[in-house]
């Protein structure tokens, strides 16, 4: 399984972007990449997934370089609401198999006023 | 609301009792999945559920057991469990598709706070 690292956490105020890197060196050709959000005492949600180059939605930004070892998780204009962690994982669906999601310890935003 | 409900939300036990977990999920999903999240800790996969089949145990001492009676309902039975066990218990639930390829969105319930004193 690819390991991911993020940092630990991240401050930032509202109305700045917040963009979060996950380093993911041993990301295999098949693998996706896919970023969760979690609320204290909430599960995880669905934020964003991408393969390559650049994806966005409703809610952020993904960044992905061409040789793929790291992504960029972009947030524009964070509110306090965007105080969450983030995680980044790595993996794909096996054939035979079902999707087994690793999540490592996350990044820590706080967004201040 | 995700869709994917657990019951209770906090659950105080004694190391002697015998209490159960539920999750129930309304999306006509496949798959199902236990995950424990200690303080300070990444989330930790426990057991998964495919068409009602146990697919996964990540080495999960067997004072945890599941028990999935059809694809919507999902079931984590305690007996003895220790003060370290004092987690957040969180269930998701996928449309799990056959072959390799895309990853599926996992839907998280709220989790149910437990405390083993």
């Known amino acids: 399984l690819a390991k991911t690292t993020q940092p630990i956490s991240m401050d930032s105020y509202e109305g700045q972007e917040v963009n979060i890197t996950c380093s993911h060196n041993?990301?295999?050709?098949?693998?996706?990449i896919t970023w969760y959000q979690q609320f204290p005492s909430q599960g995880p949600r669905f934020i964003i997934q991408?393969?390559?180059t650049k994806v966005t939605n409703e809610v952020a930004s993904l960044f992905i370089p061409a040789d793929r070892k790291s992504s960029t998780l972009s947030l524009p204009r964070v509110s306090l609401s965007d105080t969450a962690v983030y995680y980044c994982?790595?993996?794909?669906?096996?054939?035979?198999?079902?999707?087994?999601?690793?999540f490592g310890r996350g990044t820590s935003l706080i967004v201040h006023p | 609301e995700t869709g994917v409900t657990q019951t209770p939300r906090h659950l105080v036990m004694g190391m002697t009792n015998k209490k159960s977990l539920k999750c129930e999920q309304h999306?006509?999903?496949?798959?199902m999945y236990w995950y424990k999240q200690s303080a300070k800790k990444p989330l930790e996969l426990m057991f998964v559920?495919?068409?009602?089949?146990?697919?996964e145990n990540n080495s999960v001492p067997s004072r945890f057991s599941p028990e999935c009676p059809n694809s919507s309902h999902l079931f984590l039975h305690l007996h003895t469990l220790q003060p370290e066990d004092s987690a957040l218990y969180l269930c998701?639930?996928?449309?799990?598709?056959?072959?390799?390829?895309?990853?599926?969105?996992?839907?998280f319930g709220p989790g149910t706070r437990l405390l083993v004193l």
């Open positions: 999306l006509g999903h496949n798959a």
């Open positions: 998701a639930s996928s449309q799990d598709r056959p072959g390799a390829g895309v990853p599926e969105t996992q839907y």
């Open positions: 559920y495919n068409f009602k089949e146990q697919t």
């Open positions: 991408g393969y390559k």
């Open positions: 994982l790595v993996g794909a669906r096996r054939a035979g198999g079902s999707y087994i999601p690793t």
């Open positions: 041993n990301i295999a050709t098949n693998d996706y």
